[in-house]
């Protein structure tokens, strides 16, 4: 019988078999807190909406980072991890109030 040391990252409960690899998740999802708690505290924003756009945002944070150098044009290579649903496409409009 052969043993595999996991890492759980505490926050979302996921598992990794690479301690690396858990620790850029967790920075991730702390990332991903930091923005949601920004969209709250700044416009009245549905939890769970201001919640996918802190995902994204950190997901995407290398992307992010080369638009705000003077590359706008490569916010185009960010996408959702899957197609939305036709419950859950959201305009933005009508999401901030």
Same mark, same amino acid.
């Not at 996921?14 to 858990?22: G, R």
């Given at each position: 019988m052969s043993i595999t040391p996991m890492w759980r990252v505490d926050r979302d409960r $996921?598992? *990794?078999?690479? &301690? &690396? +690899?858990?620790e850029e998740h967790d920075r991730m !999802?702390?990332?991903a807190d930091?923005?949601?708690g920004m969209l709250e +505290?700044? *416009?009245k924003i549905d939890e769970q909406l201001a919640e996918e756009i802190g995902l994204l945002m950190s997901r995407n &944070?290398? =992307? !992010? +980072?080369k638009a705000f150098k003077g590359k706008p044009e490569i916010l185009q290579e960010i996408k959702l991890d $899957?197609?939305?649903s036709a419950?859950?496409?959201?305009? =933005?409009?009508e999401a901030v109030v």
């Open positions: $996921s598992m *990794f078999t690479d &301690k &690396k +690899a858990a !999802l702390e990332l930091g923005i949601t +505290a700044n *416009f &944070k290398d =992307i !992010l +980072a $899957s197609e939305p419950d859950n496409t959201v305009d =933005i409009r």
